[in-house]
């Protein structure tokens, strides 16, 4: 597999907009790993093999079971996640796959059970920060497996 181009050096902009999209997020106050995990799920369902290496790398180097990561794309078939993952990995699929009814109002109040309202802000920016990097990376064709997760400080 070749890559397209590299749109971080094409457009310098593009990253510095999605860059502080992403700060802001990392800000919200909502779990690392619970992020994680819903750019891992958004990412599986847009194919983007490149933020599948990556956020699977950042989930494991947090210390992820094999075993959740495994099963994230049947997390409902399982009894791995929590209530607040699950509400957060069904409100994932239904904003990554928009145009297949938009969100219902039965989804929007099963999931507001489990998040504020800025939390329930802060995690749909983070969905729509991912589903942005999937459809950069697929249309350019990042090419997968060259991403190292930073080192835990101490």
């Known amino acids: 597999m070749e890559s397209r181009l590299d749109y971080q050096k094409a457009s310098p902009g593009v ?12 800000a ?3 779990e690392s790993s619970l992020i994680d995990l819903v750019r891992l799920r958004a990412s599986q369902i847009n194919g983007c093999a490149y933020c599948i290496d990556m956020h699977w790398k950042d989930l494991r180097a947090r210390g ?21 993952e699950r509400a957060a ?11 297949d009814g938009h969100v219902s109002d039965t989804v929007y109040g099963e999931v507001r059970k489990h998040f504020t ?4 802000a802060n995690l749909t920016l983070a969905i729509v920060a991912i589903n942005g990097w999937n459809r950069l ?9 060259t991403y190292q997760p930073q080192k835990k400080r101490v």
């Not at 309202?117 to 329930?120: A, G, K, L, Q």
């Open 15 to 26: 990253i510095k907009a999605l860059l502080s999209l992403e700060t802001a997020v990392h």
């Open 28 to 30: 919200s106050g909502l």
């Open 64 to 84: 992820e079971s094999e075993q959740r990561l495994y099963s994230l794309d049947v997390w409902r078939e399982t009894p791995f996640y929590t209530e607040r």
């Open 89 to 99: 990995l069904e409100w994932a699929e239904v904003v990554t796959l928009v145009t």
């Open 117 to 120: 309202e800025s939390e329930m």
């Open 137 to 145: 990376n697929i249309a350019f064709r990042t090419v997968p497996g």
